[in-house]
């Protein structure tokens, strides 16, 4: 069975801080996705992530790939109030999406 | 370009009734999805289709069934709603090269209520 697990489930940090999200999935996949979905609203793509030992930078969010390790980070700097949002990692073990449970971010003042 | 839309929005209805979530896309992607999104459980595979006439089973397609006529329009049809089908549910849309499937897009939703 595929597992895709994301940590922290939960995450409130203070604004200025860095923090790192993790993705651990259980199977080969030759892509994994990072989403953004914000409150009531549709999930956006933030990163695609096409082979090992990628790297993708988008503002303060940083994407990296590890597929020996079937590992990947989402990696945050000096966290803003607007990064505020349920972020979730997905990998592609054929053709649809699996998901994992996502993690909340809250950015406090 | 309005990428995918979703219809209704949102929707309460009775146990028992029946009701098709409308999708469509605009980008000719060839493959479509819905997923259903429930809190804790994040999103799941209901049911997909690679290309026009073709459908398959996701992860949970019991009481759901879609049909895929043409390229744009993939609905879903909950024949007899039960409670525990209250949920969000996700239309999505990719392309595909040689058999690999390109990044997907997310419809707006529906929020469905059943009761």
């Known amino acids: 069975e595929l597992k895709v697990e994301q940590n922290p489930l939960f995450l409130s940090m203070q604004e200025g801080k860095n923090y790192t999200i993790y993705c651990n999935y259980s199977t080969t996949s030759d892509r994994l996705y990072w989403y953004r979905q914000d409150p009531g609203k549709s999930l956006e793509s933030l990163f695609v992530l096409l082979s090992n030992g990628a790297v993708k930078q988008e503002g303060r969010l940083m994407a990296s790939l590890d597929t020996k390790a079937r590992l990947s980070t989402l990696h945050i700097t000096a966290a803003v109030h607007d990064l505020s949002a349920t972020y979730f990692c997905?990998?592609?073990?054929?053709?649809?999406?699996?998901f994992g449970k996502g993690t909340s971010l809250l950015v406090t003042p | 370009t309005a990428g995918i839309t979703q219809a209704p929005t949102s929707q309460i209805l009775a146990a028992g009734r029946s009701m098709t979530l409308r999708c469509t896309q605009d980008m000719r992607h060839n493959a479509m999805y819905w997923y259903r999104q429930d809190l804790g459980l994040g999103l799941r595979l209901i049911h997909y289709s690679n290309t026009a006439g073709t459908t398959g089973k996701g992860e949970v397609p019991d009481g759901y069934s879609v049909s895929r006529a043409n390229t744009d329009d993939f609905p879903l049809t909950l024949a007899s709603a039960v409670p525990s089908q209250t949920s969000v549910y996700f239309c999505a849309s990719s392309s595909s090269v040689g058999g690999s499937y390109n990044e997907q897009f997310f419809g707006p939703g529906t929020r469905l209520t059943v009761l």
């Open positions: 997905a990998v592609v073990p054929g053709y649809a999406l699996n």
